[in-house]
């Protein structure tokens, strides 16, 4: 059975950090993307972050400068260590991993089930 398992979320004060972890497992996740999205209640699912297999990553222009996404060696576990956060920061956390293409293993798109982010003002 194919997980991804969030871990990290929780409450902060404004200006904060915390770290979320994404464990993978039950395939190979290492050939692909991998990557964090973020809701609030009644707004579609927005991009946060993501890491490509070579390790390239991109940022939503909120997050920029104050997220950092990362993976480790084998590919399988997901990180997003973010700073200075704001109350604009709030929503449930989401770990997306996806593949497609004659790299991987087989085409594959997963999801986590989520873990609240909750900045106070």
């Known amino acids: 059975q194919v997980q991804l398992v969030e871990s990290g979320g929780g409450l902060v004060q404004s200006g904060g950090s915390l770290r979320l972890s994404c464990a993978g497992s039950g395939t190979d996740f290492s050939a692909g993307f991998m990557a964090w999205y973020r809701q609030v209640p009644g707004n579609q699912r927005e991009s946060v972050a993501e890491?490509?297999?070579?390790?390239?990553?991109t940022y939503a222009d909120s997050v920029k400068g104050r997220f950092s996404i990362s993976r480790n060696n084998d590919g399988n576990t997901l990180y997003l260590q973010m700073n200075s956060l704001k109350p604009d920061d709030t929503a449930v956390y989401f770990c997306?991993?996806?593949?497609?293409?004659?790299?991987?293993?087989?085409?594959?798109?997963?999801w986590g089930q989520g873990t609240q982010v909750t900045v106070s003002s």
């Open positions: 997306n991993a996806r593949c497609h293409g004659s790299r991987c293993p087989y085409d594959y798109t997963y």
């Open positions: 890491i490509s297999s070579r390790g390239t990553t």
